[in-house]
C-alpha cells in the first residue's frame, strides 16, 4: 500500500543552528498532513498542520513545506534549541472522512549538540 | 484545551492476566478515539479506530478478541489486552478527534504495558 516515509532517520544539529527534516509521501491523494513531535517515552505532540491547497505554513520557530508536484513535506525549526530533542512523525490523510486514521512516517530522530 | 489522558501511565503483569488501559478526553467530547501500538524505536502502528457508541473497526492483522476496545463515552475509551504475553509488551497510545478541531488528532502520554 501507499505509505509515508523519511529520507533521514537521523539529524544531529547545533544549537542556534535551524533544522530541516524531511518527508516523502506517495498517496498523491493525501491532502492533509500533519507534523508531531515525540519525546522519550512520551505520546506525539501536535506541532503544525498544512492542507495541500498550500505550500507553506509558519508557526512559533517552525515552517512546513509542502511540495505537491515532488510529494514532498518538510519541517524547518529555526534556531534549535536543546529541547527541540525528539523523533518527529509526518502524518498524512487523505480525503475528508473525520473518522479516518493518518498514516505516520517512521520518524527522524533530532539530536541538538551543545 | 485538547487535553487526553492515558491511564495508567506504566503497567507491569504477569502472562496471562489481562491489563485495561483508559484514555480519556478532558476538555472536549471526542467523536472518535484512536489506539496505536509503538515498539521502540519505530513508528505508530494503528491498532483501531473507535466511535462512541458502535464497535471498534480493527487494522488488518489486530485480534479483536485480544484487544478489547470500549467507546462507552465521549469522553472515555478503553483497551483491554486480555491473557497478555510477553509479546504484548509495548508502548500503547491513544488519540482523540473532535470535529471542533476539523482532522486534527490529539495524542495521550501514552501507557508502556511490561508482561513478564
Known amino acids: 500500500g501507499e505509505s509515508v516515509g523519511l529520507h533521514l532517520p537521523t539529524l544531529s544539529v547545533q544549537e542556534g543552528d535551524n533544522s530541516i527534516i524531511n518527508c516523502a509521501y506517495s498517496n498523491s491523494a493525501s491532502d492533509y498532513f500533519i507534523w508531531y513531535k515525540q519525546e522519550s517515552g512520551k505520546g506525539p505532540q501536535f506541532i503544525i498542520d498544512i492542507r495541500s491547497n498550500m505550500d507553506k505554513r509558519q508557526g512559533q520557530r517552525v515552517t512546513v513545506l509542502l511540495n505537491k508536484t515532488v510529494k514532498h513535506l518538510s519541517l524547518q525549526i529555526a534556531a534549535t534549541q536543546p529541547g527541540d530533542s525528539a523523533v518527529y512523525f509526518c502524518?498524512?490523510?487523505?480525503?475528508?472522512?473525520?473518522?479516518?486514521?493518518?498514516?505516520f512516517g517512521p520518524g527522524t530522530r533530532l539530536s541538538v549538540l551543545p | 484545551g485538547a487535553v487526553v489522558s492515558q491511564h495508567p501511565s506504566w503497567v507491569i503483569c504477569k502472562s496471562g492476566t489481562s491489563v485495561k488501559i483508559e484514555c480519556r478526553s478532558l476538555?472536549?467530547?471526542?467523536?472518535?478515539m484512536f489506539w496505536y501500538r509503538q515498539f521502540p524505536k519505530q513508528s505508530l502502528m494503528l491498532m483501531a479506530t473507535?466511535?462512541?457508541?458502535?464497535?471498534?473497526?480493527?487494522e488488518q492483522g489486530v485480534e479483536k478478541d485480544k484487544f478489547l476496545i470500549n467507546h462507552a463515552s465521549l469522553t472515555l475509551s478503553t483497551l483491554t489486552v486480555t491473557s497478555a504475553h510477553p509479546e504484548d509488551s509495548s508502548f500503547y497510545i491513544c488519540?482523540?478527534?473532535?470535529?471542533?478541531?476539523?482532522?486534527?488528532?490529539?495524542f495521550g502520554p501514552g501507557t508502556r504495558l511490561l508482561v513478564l
Open positions: 502524518a498524512e490523510k487523505e480525503g475528508d472522512n473525520y473518522g479516518q486514521n493518518f498514516v
Open positions: 488519540s482523540a478527534r473532535a470535529e471542533t478541531f476539523q482532522e486534527t488528532q490529539y
Open positions: 476538555d472536549f467530547q471526542a467523536t472518535t
Open positions: 473507535s466511535n462512541e457508541g458502535s464497535k471498534a473497526t480493527y
